[in-house]
């Protein structure tokens, strides 16, 4: 699969995302924001960025922390997170900056681009989307739902997933039932899929590794579940571009 | 189609459904119980039955009143109803007498059978599945979620999916939460799908002539999202036979 480095500049950081581009022709293609877990850019969202590609998108998975860093210490994620969530500005600065990046890109259809993003990378997405960024689709996954941006939902002018665990102690049933209720006022095109027996991360294959099962585990099964869905939406936005003016 | 009535004792009643058969082939074939709204086995179950069909499956359209009746006067079918709901075994008995009818049909596949639902009809799938029916898969579309029959749900031996508004008047967030707790307990596989701004009766093209736009609506859009992960959940559960000893 043929991926060059792409850096940007976001929220006064030196980003350094990976594109992957699809096979056959010059485009236009339509293109797919990746935005990685709270670590940042690492094997995981690179891998689903390539695997897009391979399904004719054009694929940036983006950089979150700067300089393409991949944070290891759980310290050190909750203080970049911390700082993030206080301030959501900061977090669609980030997004919004990746979102151009792609859109500068030779061969992407600007009128057929999605976002979607892995936990704090689903936070990602829906806040480009809170943004009022142009993007038909807005997928997280195992995401934050971020209520604080709730209010701006009236923004949104695409459509949004989230596929979740059931049983993820990070998203309650509360935070489900704000994200719902928010939704609902804005009147969004919106979906949430619920998987029984499912808790945090399960579409990463390497999330057993943390060791703490009850909150951190792949579902293969719950994994193809939402990757389904995303496809699925994507045939709905994604599939034909809409006519120019 | 081919389609021909299939008569079946149930409940007491002489039961009066119509069975599609798939073109190609003697089978055998997965089979798909195909369990009517309130008012009865109308157009709507018997046209999703033949889309089955046309699909592969075997699909058997279930009756509900007996007799093939469909109720027209929503006081018969309120009254209809609520003998039911107070007697789960009832709905359990009629769901039963379509599952032994499908199975005494040759060139169905026992191993391979789901059961599916609509509005009442979607009670009447989860209900043969808490009875410990053999079926791979129960879906419910803007389904009765029978939170009396949770506690039977250590009984559901396939997986689960339900469909439904978000906007449903008659599926609150109360029910919704009863659901889940109830499936989690018993450690079913289970999905809910939500879909923003969509009310009961969405998968039917004459849910508005009953007038009600903010109860009863047709959505094409949800309607095929929920039809597509239907055909999902068969996929992985229908597609190919489990070995026989």
Redesign the interface.
């Known amino acids: 699969m043929q991926s060059e480095t792409v850096t940007y500049e976001a929220d006064g950081l030196s980003m350094k995302g990976r594109l992957f581009r699809p096979r056959g022709g010059a485009g236009p293609h339509p293109g797919v924001l990746v935005f990685p877990e709270a670590p940042g850019l690492g094997e995981h969202p690179l891998s689903q960025a390539e695997r897009l590609a391979g399904l004719g998108y054009m694929a940036l998975a983006c950089d979150l922390h700067g300089d393409g860093r991949v944070l290891g210490e759980m310290e050190k994620i909750m203080a970049a997170l911390g700082a993030l969530i206080q301030a959501p500005a900061r977090i669609r600065a980030r997004a919004g900056g990746a979102l151009d990046a792609l859109l500068a890109q030779p061969g992407v259809d600007a009128a057929r681009i999605a976002a979607i993003g892995y936990c704090f990378g689903g936070t990602m997405a829906l806040e480009l989307a809170c943004a009022g960024a142009p993007i038909a689709a807005a997928v997280g996954f195992h995401s934050g739902l971020a209520p604080v941006t709730i209010a701006d939902a009236g923004a949104i002018s695409g459509k ?1 997933l989230v596929c979740l665990g ?2 993820d102690p990070m998203i309650t ?1 509360e935070h489900r ?1 704000a994200f ?1 209720a928010g ?2 006022m804005a ?11 499912v808790v945090h991360g399960f579409t990463n294959p390497k999330a057993d590794a943390a060791g703490r099962p009850d909150i951190l585990r792949y579902d293969a ?1 719950a994994a193809a ?1 939402a990757w ?2 995303m496809i ?1 939406l994507f045939d ?1 936005t994604l599939a034909t571009s809409a006519p120019r003016p």
Not at 187 to 197: I, P, R
């Open positions: 949004v059931a049983d049933l039932a719902e939704m609902r009147g969004v095109d919106w979906q949430m899929h619920l998987y029984g027996g099964r579940r389904k869905a699925g709905e």
